[in-house]
């Protein structure tokens, strides 16, 4: 890698490898093997392609606004960006291009956002192919999928009212067959930490980070919110938040808090160059990278649990 016609400094570079080898286990000390995949990964060796479907964006405006590695050395020293529909120059059949191009020499990263409208093919086209077309060729040819961020994980607000036939990539991938290794990285948005730690490490190692039951990276989503908040001595004192403006120190559970029964790292990972999270801002962790989210209409976001109807218990939520 020459650095020094890179964006990224050789600081960055080593800070960015020991904090990923520190992540993933490797203590400290970062291997040599650790290093050399990163190298690997310097050389532009890994193709990636992002794929959008309904959705606002927000994954990849997080990853903009991701820091260490920012987005530009990140594309620019770990990642081959193929294409992406709002960062890339290309457009329109130079896109459709590229897109196909790569599909024929398979082998990408392919990160994909927002829901598939698999009731409703014509709300989403790539080109003039609606994307439930060109999304099977695409998942089939890819070394590996990324679903990024609640859309693609489990559906999220297209779903929530799915006039579309809205599903999420896992649920569009078995009703076509499809099987490929997939990474769930639900958020909304996804935190790009979460993001570019994943494709670091299947860099590095050729296979997917470890995964729990709903394929999510044990790493980001191995403990509940609730586990690692700094007002979780509140809820044990039961002391809680009734009125914002006149509290910002107690436990937000009262006022909703899905904290509780939402696997994610936000009180570890933050947001903003790590500045804050929902509940340092005294916001109720509503609970966006759940399964669940954006929530049945019984539950609502910021309803008291003991005021969820006995029918919806807070622990089934
Ligand atoms: S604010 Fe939410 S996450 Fe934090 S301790 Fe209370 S219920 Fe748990
Ligand atoms: S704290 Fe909860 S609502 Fe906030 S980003 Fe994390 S999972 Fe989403």
């Known amino acids: 890698m020459n650095l020094l016609k890179n964006p990224m400094t050789r600081r960055d570079f080593l800070k960015f490898c020991l904090r990923s080898a520190a992540i993933y286990g490797g203590g400290a000390m970062m291997s040599a093997d650790f290093a050399e995949a990163f190298m690997k990964i310097a050389h532009k060796e890994v193709p990636v392609i992002w794929l959008s479907g309904q959705g606002c964006t927000g994954d990849s405006m997080s990853l903009i606004y991701c820091d260490s590695p920012s987005l530009v050395p990140f594309l620019s020293t770990f990642v081959d960006l193929k294409f992406h529909p709002t960062l890339s120059v290309a457009q329109g059949g130079l896109a459709t291009e590229i897109i ?21 093919p014509e709300a989403c086209t790539i080109g003039d192919r609606p994307l439930t077309d060109v999304l099977p060729g695409m998942i089939e040819a890819a070394a590996a999928v990324i679903a990024c961020g609640s859309c693609a994980s489990y559906g999220g607000i297209p779903a929530a009212n799915p006039e579309t036939g809205a599903v999420s990539l896992a649920r569009f991938m078995e009703i ?22 994943a494709v670091a490490y299947f860099v ?24 690692n908040c700094q007002r979780f001595r509140y809820f044990a004192e039961n002391r809680y938040v009734m009125d914002y403006s006149r509290d910002k120190r107690n436990c937000l559970f009262k006022m909703g808090c899905r904290g509780p029964v939402t ?32 929530w049945p209409k019984a539950t609502g976001i910021y309803t008291d649990p003991s005021k969820i109807e006995d029918a919806v218990k807070f622990s089934d939520i």
């Open 100 to 120: 196909e191009t790569q599909r024929k020499k398979g082998g990408f990263v392919l990160c994909f956002e927002g829901a598939i409208p698999a009731g409703m």
């Open 176 to 197: 076509k067959g499809l099987k490929k290794p997939l990474v769930r990285l639900p958020g909304c948005p996804l935190n790009g930490h979460r993001l570019t730690g």
């Open 204 to 227: 590095a190692y050729g296979k997917l980070p470890p995964l729990d039951d709903e394929g999510r990276p044990k790493l980001y989503y191995g403990q509940v919110n609730h586990d």
């Open 263 to 294: 696997f994610a790292d936000c009180p570890l990972r933050r947001w903003n160059r790590e500045t804050s999270w929902c509940v340092a801002a005294n916001t109720p962790c509503i609970g966006c990278a759940h399964p669940k989210w954006p």
